[in-house]
Structures are given as structure tokens and as C-alpha cells.
């Protein structure tokens, strides 16, 4: 393969001239860019400085660390994982450190500086035995790696933007019953901000309502399916999650392509009334409803979205556990973990206090718990979401919830 490789036996010295400074996160210590030089109005931007490093993604780097620690106990694997585009190498160097039952890491950029730096922070944790670093385009390594026997049980892809033009390539460096990792920061277009861009990108129509992060996501995890399917793969999140800039996924790859057709029958789409609030999901595209029953008015479509659910509890439960034990109870990403398990098996599609209030009229809007009692009392399971602090995910049609909203 045509890539500079460094690994235990090369020399890790540099010509890097970049000011840098130490960054200590999890168990590692690494150097990285000097932030404070890359700021506007005092708030960093990363994507300035001449090697990426978001301290704001810690969050995330702890919750992979804790899912991949789940995953290995649970699956009882010695993890080969694949960091495609790695950066300063933090994510791919804290699984080498902090995950149990790691056999090797590929760190990987096409950043010649981030290759020079990678190797600097490999060496300074003491990682040489274990994590090797390569400078080339993300495509090219992961098609070099997916064939039989080279293949990775772990792909990490996180890069600036969309996953969209690594996507085809890390899911078949993924070895059968492995894990693809996915980070996706182009909301806009998911979001339907750029509906042009998410119909061009994605193949998908994104909604442009309060629940439009959570479609986003289901896009998002919809086109890793249809992508899975061409090649026979099934695809499967054990997590998926949304917060801040970002989307994340942690999906199953398995070989079969009955199994790759049973993930496509998840697959179908959201319908909203912006006028009235009703919330639908609907299985084919040829029978989708144009107008709302209830009120008449042009319903908004999203989709092909993923209807099934967005974790795998068992998983799940065990990554919560993994989390505290890790990081503690108070460290972000721990209420998120806990509100994605409360709010699986619940519908696709959320509401929340403030937008039924308003479309209503109700003068005031009522506290996100007492709607949550009353929608129990009248025998709905209803929980929080972790996509909005003011959300709720309930089976209730929009005229209940109404009317709890007069009794309220
Ligand atoms: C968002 S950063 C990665 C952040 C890193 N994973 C972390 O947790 O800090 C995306 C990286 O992808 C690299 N990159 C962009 N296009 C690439 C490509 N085609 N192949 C390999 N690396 C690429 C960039 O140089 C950048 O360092
Ligand atoms: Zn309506």
C-alpha cells in the first residue's frame, strides 16, 4: 500500500513547527495545538488551527471508550480498531489506553502535520507496541483493509462534516459482527436547514420541526443501511445518539443478505402537520398521506428514516454501568446515556412543551414532568428525550395530549 506508515521501529522526531501544548484527557497525555490561537470572540475553533483538536468531543471520546470497553466484555473480543481519521490520534490513543482486551489501533490522517504528531503522542504514551499511525486518504487505507483477513472489528470514522464519501469504504474494512463508529457534523443539511443538500447528500428528506434532529439522526442511520445493503451487510445501531454540533453512531455490521433486507424493512418515513402537530409514521412511500386528517393541511414528509430502534439496551445497560465505573455519575455524557435508554422503544418523532403551547395557544406552557405524569395517569408510556430538554416521547395522538394540556 502507498502510505507512510510509523510504527515501534521508526524514527518519531519532527520538523513540526506549530506551537503545541500538553492536553491531558482520560489516561492520555498528548501534544496538541495551542488553542488560545485559534479563537474568535473567545470561542475556540478548532477547525483553525493547522491540527484538529475539539475539547468540547470529549464527552463522545468517554462514551466510545466506555461502548468499546461494553462491546469487548460482552462480545468477549480482542478489539482491532481502525481510527480513519485521526488527528492529533487522541480518540484512537485513549482506546489503546483506557479499553481492556485491545490488540491493535490504526491511527490514520492525510494531514502530513497530524501524521507528524500522532507519532509524537503514540511514542510519549508509551503506545508503540500496539498503535501505528499512517498518513493517507481515509478511502484508500480502509479499501486496502477490507478484505477477508485484514479486516478491522472496529472502524472509527469522524471527520469534519459529513461521513457520507468514507461510508462505502469503512463499513467493508468492518469484519463480520464488528462495529462501525460514525460522527457526522453537517446538521444543517440533516436538520433540513439545506433540505437541497440533504436530498443531494443523503438521499433523504430531512423535516424542519422540533423533532428535527431526532429525523436527522434517522437519516443519517437510514443511508448507513442502504449503504450496508448494497454489499449484503446488515446494519444495526447498538447507539445512537445527538448532541451539541454532532451526530454519533455506533452501528453493527453482519454479513447476509436476508439479514441486509430485514434492516431495509425498518426503514420508512415521518409524517408531520405543522399546522395541527400531528405526528405519523408511515411504511411506503406510494401510500403516503399528503394531507392531514385532522385538519386538512399539507403534511411534511421525512425520509427514508431508520423506524427501528437506536440502541441495543442489553448493550446499552452495560455501557451505562461501564460509564460510571470510568468516569463517574457526574461527567457529561452519563444523563444522555441514561435518557437514550429511557426513551428506546418509544416512536421515532418527539414533541415538545413549548411547540404544542404555542401552536395551541395555551397562555401558559406547562412543566415537561407534570405532562409526562398526566400522559402515565391516562395509561401512556411517556419518557424524556435526550435530543431536547423540553421534549416528550409518548403513542398518544395530538388530541390527548391536548387535552391534558387544558386540564393542566
Ligand atoms: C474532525 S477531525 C478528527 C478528529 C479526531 N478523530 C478527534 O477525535 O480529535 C477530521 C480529520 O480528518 C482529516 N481528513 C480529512 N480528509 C481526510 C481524508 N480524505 N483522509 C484522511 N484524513 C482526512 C483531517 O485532516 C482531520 O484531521
Ligand atoms: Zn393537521
Not at 166 to 188: H, K
Not at 241 to 257: A, C, I
Request: hydrophobic share 40%; glycine share 6%; net charge positive.
Amino acid at each position: 500500500m502507498c502510505t507512510q506508515r510509523a510504527g515501534a521501529t521508526q524514527d518519531s522526531r519532527t520538523s513540526l513547527d506549530i506551537p503545541l501544548e500538553e492536553i491531558k484527557e482520560g489516561k492520555v497525555s498528548i501534544l496538541g495545538p495551542k488553542l488560545e490561537l485559534y479563537s474568535d470572540k473567545n470561542r475556540i475553533e478548532p477547525c483553525w488551527a493547522p491540527v484538529f483538536y475539539n475539547p468540547i468531543m470529549k464527552m463522545d471520546r468517554n462514551i466510545s471508550v466506555a461502548f468499546l470497553q461494553s462491546f469487548s466484555i460482552l462480545t468477549n473480543k480482542k478489539l482491532r480498531i481502525c481510527d480513519a481519521l485521526s488527528a492529533t490520534g487522541i480518540r484512537g490513543l485513549r482506546y489503546a489506553k483506557e479499553v481492556e482486551n485491545v490488540e491493535f489501533v490504526v491511527l490514520n490522517d492525510i494531514n502530513r502535520l497530524a501524521y507528524d504528531l500522532m507519532k509524537i503522542n503514540i511514542e510519549r504514551n508509551g503506545l508503540e507496541k500496539i498503535v501505528t499511525a499512517f498518513h493517507s486518504d481515509a478511502n484508500i487505507l480502509l479499501a486496502y483493509f477490507a478484505r477477508r483477513g485484514r479486516r478491522f472489528n472496529v472502524v472509527d470514522v469522524d471527520p469534519f462534516g459529513s461521513p457520507v464519501p468514507f461510508l462505502d469504504n469503512a463499513i467493508r474494512a468492518v469484519e463480520n459482527n464488528g462495529v462501525l463508529c460514525v460522527t457526522a457534523t453537517d446538521l444543517a443539511p440533516l436538520m433540513g436547514v439545506s433540505k437541497r443538500a440533504c436530498i443531494r447528500k443523503y438521499g433523504a428528506l430531512p423535516i424542519r420541526s422540533v423533532f428535527s434532529r431526532e429525523i436527522g439522526l434517522r437519516i443519517l442511520i437510514g443511508y448507513v443501511v442502504r449503504t450496508g445493503a448494497k454489499y449484503g451487510l446488515m446494519v444495526k445501531p447498538l447507539l445512537s445518539y445527538s448532541s451539541r454540533h454532532y451526530m454519533r453512531l455506533f452501528l453493527k455490521v453482519r454479513t447476509g443478505k436476508k439479514r441486509a433486507d430485514e434492516s431495509i424493512d425498518k426503514l420508512g418515513y415521518v409524517s408531520f402537520c405543522p399546522k395541527c402537530g400531528r405526528v405519523w409514521v408511515e411504511k411506503h412511500f406510494f401510500s403516503l398521506e399528503k394531507k392531514c386528517i385532522n385538519c386538512s393541511s399539507k403534511v411534511e414528509i421525512g425520509g427514508p428514516v431508520w423506524l427501528g430502534e437506536l440502541c441495543d439496551k442489553f448493550l446499552l445497560k452495560k455501557t451505562v454501568g461501564v460509564f460510571e465505573r470510568f468516569f463517574g455519575k457526574r461527567e457529561k455524557g452519563f444523563k444522555i446515556l441514561k435518557c437514550i435508554l429511557e426513551e428506546s422503544s418509544m416512536p421515532p418523532y418527539f414533541y415538545t412543551t413549548d411547540f404544542i403551547a404555542k401552536t395551541y395557544r395555551f397562555k401558559k406552557e406547562p412543566i415537561l414532568s407534570s405532562i409526562i405524569r398526566a400522559l402515565e395517569d391516562m395509561g401512556y408510556k411517556a419518557t424524556r428525550t435526550h435530543f431536547s430538554s423540553k421534549g416528550f416521547k409518548t403513542y398518544a395522538d395530538i388530541s390527548t395530549i391536548v387535552e391534558i394540556y387544558k386540564s393542566l
